[in-house]
């Protein structure tokens, strides 16, 4: 609330609106907050292990290899399928069906039904291209790691000319996949997305600049607290086996099924309560992958934010890893909750868009459901700001989730305006910088698949038309990692559905073979499902600058709050060009509760302006709110 005391403007503001400035990191000062929330994740984390366990310990391959060119039943399910066929009405043994077991087990339990003239047999989806070449999943898994790890070294040490380098990088990948391109349409995409980047640079290359200077800021917190990154290698080795657990269990799930008699025939299903798991391991893995990069968040506001408040009193980097692991899980879970819930939202308002654009009323529900695209997005990105620095003022206080987040949204109103506070150019930077080396790891695994199983999708295939199609999707998912698994998982699972229900209307198929199209999609799926798992290690990456700038935005205002002299931090030079930036005059906090504050003007000097409440009375003594230590 604005006053005038002897013609000066004040800010009034209570003292319960504002924090000190330090980091209480000690393990005496931590308590722990949002128990609940601890132990409604952890049974779920241990449902999640349960029921990903169960599918592969009741997993057992359905085909096994008899030689380089064909699988047959395996021993596991053959007596199921005999007893099965056996069974079957005595009109339907001699029908021979494409996709039938009992087809199968007449050719000596051949496998029958190759997708064209690939390694690709009539039921096999992204998952089953894993678990029959494990090699290609870890390979560029481990690619993208050492890469991952590599990008982290040369930006903390080059860290403008890396950004600057990763923006001729984006564009020499397009280049060269359009040289090396065989047909002219990929060709010309490839060039005409190179021109835009290229374009896009020249224009905006005074933002490239400023998110130059921005992250090279963020990296002289990194350089001077080096052990950060030593202790992020434990959260993100759980993040790499976390996302390992969710692919095990998925591609291990499929192999957990029954022999069926199913429309006169015999079949593989996966029983009804496969799916009720599927569907629980993907809402698991989600909450468990936000956790994480709360966690990560979490790290890196107790040692920056101390370093920043009182560089000689910082936490060791085990004990932050500790206090988030322990004291703060509670709220961390919960925050990650909240981002789980804006993240489903956000996949609700976009996953029907082929109905609504493709509909008879399509003129009047596409531009409403591109609305409401644009209001989820908007909606998903403020709720993660507003969880991300509630969980940096929790770090800082010990204060329970609700509690930081009423209290840091008053900080941040006092200045930026409506408490929105995000630097996008330096976002926009890294998270593309990730995006392009996610782009050439999708396509490094789509030509082993391509290799592998002898299809023929990628560069130089036989049509261009589904290339470009596999191109648009990929961009679409890479850039939306997490989002991406599951709308690939999904069109799995759609595709899979699609070819079964055109095996049943059409039995009688003289050119059976034709029926069967994984030689055309799974190869690229399966390509573009890597390149999600990538993109998630380069952002995980890519987050810790952010989350390093993050957190000196908020340090930066509770010192202004304190009325520390910032005029010498270079900092807050690139703070003031923030779009939203509320310029300030100094503030102190003084005692007191809102609406009952005085404040003595010859004590502090005409040109005080207070962070703390509101109705100025008569002038008295007022001392200072105690500040434990002194603050640099």
């Not at 052990?227 to 390992?244: D, E, M, Q, R, T």
């Not at 709220?331 to 489903?344: D, Q, R």
């Not at 929790?394 to 941040?412: E, Q």
Request: hydrophobic content about 50%; proline content about 4%; overall charge negative.
């Amino acid at each position: 609330m604005n006053q005038n005391v002897d013609g000066k403007p004040i800010l009034m503001v209570a003292e319960s609106e504002t924090v000190n400035a330090r980091v209480l990191w000690q393990k005496e000062n931590r308590k722990f907050t949002d128990i609940v929330w601890a132990v409604l994740f952890g049974l779920c984390y241990l449902s999640f292990l349960v029921c990903g366990f169960f599918l592969v310990a009741k997993s057992k391959p359905r085909w096994v290899d008899a030689d380089a060119d064909y699988l047959i039943v395996s021993e596991h399910y053959r007596d199921d399928v005999e007893k099965c066929c056996a069974e079957r009405p005595e009109q339907n043994n001699d029908y021979a069906y494409y996709g039938d077991l009992c087809s199968s087990l007449e050719s000596g339990g051949r496998r029958l039904g190759t997708a064209g003239d690939s390694k690709y047999d009539y039921d096999d989806g992204i998952f089953s291209a894993f678990l029959r070449a494990p090699e290609i999943i870890i390979g560029i898994l481990t690619l993208t790691v050492s890469l991952a790890i590599l990008w982290a070294v040369l930006l903390r040490f080059f860290a403008k000319p890396i950004v600057l380098a990763t923006e001729l990088i984006k564009i020499g990948v397009f280049i060269f996949m359009g040289i090396n391109s065989y047909d002219t349409s990929s060709r010309i995409l490839c060039f005409i997305i190179a021109i835009g980047i290229l374009g896009y640079n020249v224009w905006a290359r005074d933002k490239l600049f400023f998110a130059a200077d921005m992250i090279t800021q963020s990296v002289k917190a990194l350089k001077a607290n080096p052990w950060i990154f030593p202790g992020l290698l434990f959260v993100k080795l759980f993040y790499a086996l976390n996302s390992s657990l969710f692919v095990l269990f998925f591609a291990e799930g499929i192999n957990l099924v029954e022999v069926q008699f199913e429309n006169d025939t015999c079949v593989f299903r996966n029983p009804d309560y496969s799916y009720n798991m599927f569907n629980f391991i993907g809402f698991a893995y989600l909450w468990s992958t936000l956790l994480t990069a709360k966690i990560r968040l979490a790290v890196v506001a107790n040692i920056v934010g101390s370093w920043y408040f009182h560089p000689e009193n910082k936490p060791p980097v085990t004990r932050s890893v500790i206090n988030s692991m322990t004291t703060s899980i509670g709220t961390l879970s919960l925050a990650s909750f909240i981002s789980v819930i804006a993240e489903k939202l956000n996949m609700m308002l976009m996953e029907p868009w082929y109905k609504t654009w493709c509909g008879p009323a399509c003129f009047v529900a596409t531009p409403l459901h591109i609305i409401m695209c644009v209001f989820g997005a908007f909606i998903q990105s403020f709720v993660l700001m507003l969880t991300k620095f509630a969980v940096i003022l929790h770090v800082f206080t010990g204060l329970p989730f609700v509690g930081s987040g009423k209290k840091v949204i008053k900080i941040l109103k006092r200045h930026f305006k409506g408490g929105f506070v995000t630097e996008v150019t330096s976002k926009g930077v890294l998270t593309l910088g990730a995006y392009v080396f996610s782009i050439g790891v999708t396509f490094a695994a789509w030509a082993w698949f391509d290799a592998r199983f002898r299809t023929e999708t990628l560069v130089g295939g036989k049509d261009a038309l589904w290339f470009i199609l596999y191109i648009l999707v990929g961009l679409f998912n890479l850039y939306h990692p997490v989002f991406g698994m599951y709308i690939i998982i999904l069109a799995n699972n759609f595709l899979l559905s699609w070819e079964k229900s055109m095996w049943d209307d059409d039995r009688e198929s003289s050119n059976k073979e034709e029926k069967s199209y994984q030689h055309y999609w799974v190869s690229p799926l399966a390509a573009i499902f890597v390149g999600c798992l990538a993109m998630s290690f380069f952002t995980f990456i890519a987050e810790i600058f952010l989350d390093t700038i993050d957190v000196s935005f908020l340090c930066y205002a509770i010192n202004k709050d304190n009325n520390v002299d910032l005029s010498n931090d270079d900092f807050e030079v690139l703070v003031k060009a923030v779009p939203g930036y509320i310029e300030a005059v100094d503030v102190i906090p003084v005692s007191g509760k809102e609406g009952d504050i005085t404040v003595d003007t010859k004590k502090y000097g005409d040109d005080i302006q207070t962070a703390v409440p509101a109705k100025p009375v008569e002038l008295s003594n007022l001392e200072p709110a105690p500040v434990p230590y002194d603050v640099p």
